[in-house]
């Protein structure tokens, strides 16, 4: 393969997995958001979680940019280490508020394997982690 | 020992205890979906995931965690040269191999190795799918028309393609820009999950291989509407002339 296909295959691996970072750090805001107005049920997706790792994914166009074969090493170190450390630091940023706010699903929620999740709150009163931007809602979707 | 092994008769047969085939099906299945329920990675996709995981510690444990290798042409031969310090290489104590050198050969990730590689998997993940959907079907036995059977072999293996295809691209790309040795398979194997990850999310939420089945089934529908109308007529056809040549005969005995 060609220097300048692999730059391009390589430019766009970093633009997708950019979309997938931004598509997991949107997923996980939404549900923080969601958990902190007390919705009645979020829907989540552990997958998102997966999806934040792929920030790894972003820095591997800096091959391109350096032929240094310790720089290469250092790269691949930071991709195996952020593929890995950041799901975990994604999945508790979604289930420490759910926690928070006594959110329950049927299932057990896990990152490993990833899968899709219904949160409803079951305490007696929702305890939102951050401050309400809105009002909260009953099953039903009425203001209380 | 008196192990015995009953052709014919789908029997496996020990001094303990007697197994047939069905059974070690079941236990296949079970196993596959039990590791999906633990992991998120059935036994296909963690088979291919072992082997290329295989791979990357052969070539760590040959070349050593930093090693480095490219493969440079002189004199009409090519040859395979190695950087780092040996002492972290468990075999390979020199520099220059020839690329045909047997020590060698299991260590040189090419595009064309990475793609046959690629392909191999997708094969046999089109050969486990198929046999572990289809086993499921016919011991389930509620899918008389197989419409579910094939959607979901066809959702597997092109999610399972995908994967590949992204992994074979991730590697030949890294490969190219590099020449850590481990570089090409680690790129290839974590793309190649993270794109499992994504597909597996997009089904869910589109709901691609339960759309997949419906369209299935209604293209069965159709095909099968046809030769239905032409039954039924065909049973009417049979059963005017049953009474015709009833009451015919009826009439004939007054």
């Given at each position: 393969m060609s220097r300048t296909t692999a730059t391009a295959f390589l430019g766009v691996f970093g633009l997708l997995a950019c979309l997938l970072v931004a598509w997991g750090v949107t997923d996980i805001l939404s549900w923080r958001g969601e958990m902190a107005r007390c919705s009645a049920r979020v829907d989540i997706d552990t997958s998102s979680c997966w999806f934040v790792g792929a920030v790894g994914v972003c820095a591997l166009?800096?091959?391109?940019?350096?032929?240094?074969e310790r720089a290469h090493a250092w790269i691949f170190s930071v991709f195996v280490a952020l593929f890995l450390v950041l799901p975990g630091l994604a999945f508790m940023a979604v289930k420490q508020p759910a926690v928070e706010a006594g959110y329950t699903s049927e299932k057990t929620i896990t990152y490993i394997p990833p899968g899709a999740f219904t949160l409803v709150p079951t305490a007696p009163e929702c305890r939102p982690t951050a401050r309400r931007s809105g009002p909260a809602t009953d099953v039903d979707g009425r203001s209380q | 020992m008196g192990q015995d092994f009953r052709s014919g008769t789908c029997t496996i047969q020990t001094e303990h205890r007697t197994v047939t085939v069905h059974q070690v099906l079941l236990y296949v299945i079970e196993v596959s979906d039990a590791m999906a329920e633990a992991t998120g990675v059935d036994l296909v996709s963690a088979a291919s995931a072992g082997i290329d995981s295989a791979g990357a510690v052969a070539i760590t444990r040959s070349l050593g965690l930093t090693g480095r290798a490219y493969i440079k042409n002189s004199g009409g031969r090519s040859y395979l040269i190695l950087k780092g310090n040996p002492a972290q290489r468990a075999v390979l104590k020199g520099t220059r191999y020839l690329t045909t050198n047997p020590k060698v050969a299991h260590i040189i990730i090419s595009p064309r190795s990475l793609a046959r590689g690629a392909a191999r998997m997708t094969g046999i993940a089109v050969v486990a799918y198929a046999a572990l959907r289809v086993v499921e079907a016919l011991l389930r036995d509620?899918?008389?028309?197989l419409t579910a059977l094939l959607g979901t072999v066809a959702s597997d293996v092109t999610k399972f393609a995908l994967a590949a295809t992204a992994g074979f691209l991730a590697g030949a790309v890294v490969g190219s820009f590099t020449?850590?040795?481990?570089g090409p398979l680690v790129a290839a194997v974590f793309i190649g999950v993270l794109t499992s990850f994504v597909v597996d999310r997009i089904d869910r939420s589109f709901g691609l291989t339960d759309k997949l089945v419906r369209t299935l089934e209604k293209v069965v529908d159709k095909v099968e509407g046809p030769f239905e109308w032409l039954a039924r007529e065909i049973a009417r056809f049979e059963r005017g002339l049953i009474d015709r040549a009833v009451a015919r005969s009826m009439s004939l005995s007054r």
């Open positions: 166009p800096l091959l391109a940019f350096t032929r240094s | 509620g899918d008389v028309r020449t850590v040795a481990a």
